[in-house]
Each structure stands twice: as C-alpha cells, then as structure tokens.
C-alpha cells in the first residue's frame, strides 16, 4: 500500500498535483496519475519520481510486468513551468 500524498494546485495552470519529497530534500510537484514503468529498459521513454522520493528512468508499460510505479514530474507538462524554475546561480 502506498503512503498518502500531500495534494495541491499548480499555482501556473491550475492542475491538480501531489508533492513528493526527494532524496535531496525538495519538494517536487507531480501529476496525479500514477505511472508503470519497467526501469532501465534500452527503449526507456519514461521518468518517473516514487512516492518514496526516487528518480527512477524506463520503458511504460500500460499492464504487465513494471518493476516500478510513480508519478511523472510536473514540470514536464506544465504550459507555465518555466515561470516556476528556480534559476541558477550564474543566471540573472
């Protein structure tokens, strides 16, 4: 069974999203639908965030054999994620 996600709107396109936080620490905002995957496929298409905070890259596959489930970033497929993108350092 997996753990309950904290729920939330993107602030840019208004989305229903979940937060996940990663190894490093941060919160990542994802898409609500859940996502199978066989990790490490040579025909990989896929990267996805475990609700346990992993970044994990594969082949999706709709049923069947996956090796992994998750949440794709939404970052990926937000119109305005650009405006939400915390800058580096040497950007002005």
């Not at 992994?68 to 970052?75: K, L, P, T, V």
């Not at 994620?81 to 002005?92: S, T």
């Given at each position: ?13 208004g989305?229903?999203i979940?937060?996940?936080r990663?190894?490093a620490?941060r919160?990542?905002?994802?898409n609500?639908t ?9 025909d990989?298409?896929t990267?996805i ?8 890259t ?9 090796t ?8 990926a497929t937000?119109?305005a ?12």
């Open positions: 069974m997996t753990k309950q996600l904290p729920k939330g709107k993107c602030k840019g396109c989305a229903d979940y937060w996940i990663t190894h620490g919160l990542m905002p994802v609500t859940r996502k199978l995957i066989l990790a490490d496929a040579k990989s298409d990267t965030v475990t609700d346990k905070g992993e970044v994990v594969g082949k999706q596959v709709e049923n069947g054999f996956y992994d489930y998750g949440y794709e970033s939404h970052f937000c119109p994620a650009a405006e939400y993108r915390r800058k580096k350092d040497n950007q002005i």
